[in-house]
């Protein structure tokens, strides 16, 4: 019913299928009837184990009641499973479906105890049967902040000017419904989700830029890639590094662009792949300290030296190249 998730965070939907009415009893929140139709339960996994952990124990039906849904998934089975790796959506998907024009509230305060004043004071609700769990995450995915940005796909200008007005209007905010985009959008959605996301801040979206940097469509992992060296964050380095001996001649070349923008945060990384990586990653890199010309990083020159010995002719003459602009290389021959 659920994927693993490599132990990685995030917001999730249960989906509870309804055929009749339903006596529950919830604990200190009393004995409810929940009627026919689809259930959905809003939470989010941020702690130890992350999706997997908590999908396990709600998908267990014998387990000690923590909390308010663990009453009802001991005694409903789960129907379905929704979830979105890295996003903090939960406040703004129980925001949302508090607004929902068929959604109802079965039980006050359900999951809720946490809720901020003028928060949703429920995390359950209940829809007619008519409504699926496709139609529902159709519907969370098409997220109001977005929509400007949505209208304009397709005129990859105008989309731009969305992307850089949206960014400034939200910050930082306005990466959790694009992390949202990015897993479970179409084409042109998980593109400008990746591309949006490099005008804001970011860095909460890294681990999911480097997820979607890694394996699909090469349009959409270059975008990821280019994202990535904008946010400039430490943490994407060795997988950007990793990219550089990619097969893949535009992801190896993008990867070596990302980190070239990122300056001095990847320089001792990129000694590293001077050494360490294949063919293609050592040239990359080699050509990445050429055009950055590390004076300041040991590590870096140091790596350049031992390169004036490599076997591969480019790489040797990078080195060259770099150590002769840097001053270094002359400075040398006076070294007894």
Same mark, same amino acid.
């Given at each position: 019913?659920? @994927? ?5 965070p ?9 055929? %009749?009415?339903?006596? =529950?009893?919830m604990?200190?929140?009393? !004995?409810?009837?929940?009627?026919p ?6 939470g ?9 952990a ?9 387990k000690?009641?923590h ?7 001991a005694?409903v089975? =789960?129907a379905?499973v929704?979830?979105v790796?890295?996003?903090?959506? !939960?406040?703004?998907w $129980? ?23 003028? %928060?949703? /004071? ?10 699926t769990?496709?139609k529902? %995450? ?22 731009e ?6 960014a ?35 860095s909460?979206a ?8 890694? @394996? ?17 964050a430490?943490?994407?380095v ?12 535009? =992801?190896?070349?993008?990867? $070596?662009?990302a ?6 945060v $990847? ?14 990653? /050592? =040239?990359? $890199? ?9 004076r ?9 030296? /031992?390169?004036?010995?490599? %076997?591969?002719y480019l ?9 002769? !602009? ?6 040398s021959?006076?070294?007894?």
């Amino acid at each position: 019913m659920t @994927k693993g998730w490599g132990g990685r965070p995030g917001t999730y939907l249960l989906h509870f299928r309804i055929e %009749e009415p339903r006596h =529950v009893s919830m604990g200190r929140i009393g !004995e409810h009837i929940l009627t026919p139709g689809l259930h959905v339960y809003v939470g989010s996994a941020f702690g130890p184990g992350g999706l997997d952990a908590r999908l396990r124990h709600h998908l267990r039906r014998e387990k000690r009641a923590h909390w308010h849904i663990d009453y009802l998934t001991a005694k409903v089975p =789960v129907a379905g499973v929704t979830a979105v790796p890295w996003a903090r959506l !939960e406040s703004r998907w $129980a925001e949302r479906l508090c607004h929902h024009p068929t959604a109802s509230m079965p039980i006050p305060g359900f999951g809720a105890g946490d809720a901020k004043p003028g %928060e949703c /004071k429920t995390h359950l609700f209940a829809f007619p049967p008519e409504m699926t769990r496709k139609k529902l %995450e159709h519907w969370l995915l098409d997220d109001p902040w977005l929509r400007p940005l949505r209208d304009a796909l397709g005129d990859d200008e105008v989309a731009e000017t969305v992307a850089q007005s949206l960014a400034r209007k939200y910050g930082e905010a306005l990466s959790q419904p694009l992390l949202h985009w990015l897993h479970a959008g179409d084409s042109d959605q998980r593109w400008w989700a990746a591309r949006t996301l490099a005008l804001t801040d970011g860095s909460g979206a890294v681990g999911a830029l480097v997820d979607t940097a890694t @394996k699909g469509d090469v349009d959409i992992r270059c975008a990821a890639i280019l994202a990535l060296g904008q946010i400039r964050a430490p943490e994407a380095v060795p997988a950007l590094l990793q990219m550089l001996g990619n097969e893949d001649g535009m =992801v190896s070349a993008t990867a $070596a662009d990302a980190l070239a923008q990122m300056g001095n945060v $990847a320089l001792t990384g990129l000694a590293s792949a001077m050494t360490n990586g294949n063919e293609k990653a /050592k =040239v990359r $890199a080699a050509y990445i300290l050429r055009r950055l010309l590390p004076r300041d990083s040991d590590a870096a020159v140091l790596a350049l030296y /031992k390169a004036l010995d490599d %076997e591969n002719y480019l790489v040797s003459s990078l080195a060259e190249e770099a150590l002769m !602009e840097m001053g270094y290389l002359e400075n040398s021959l006076f070294v007894p």
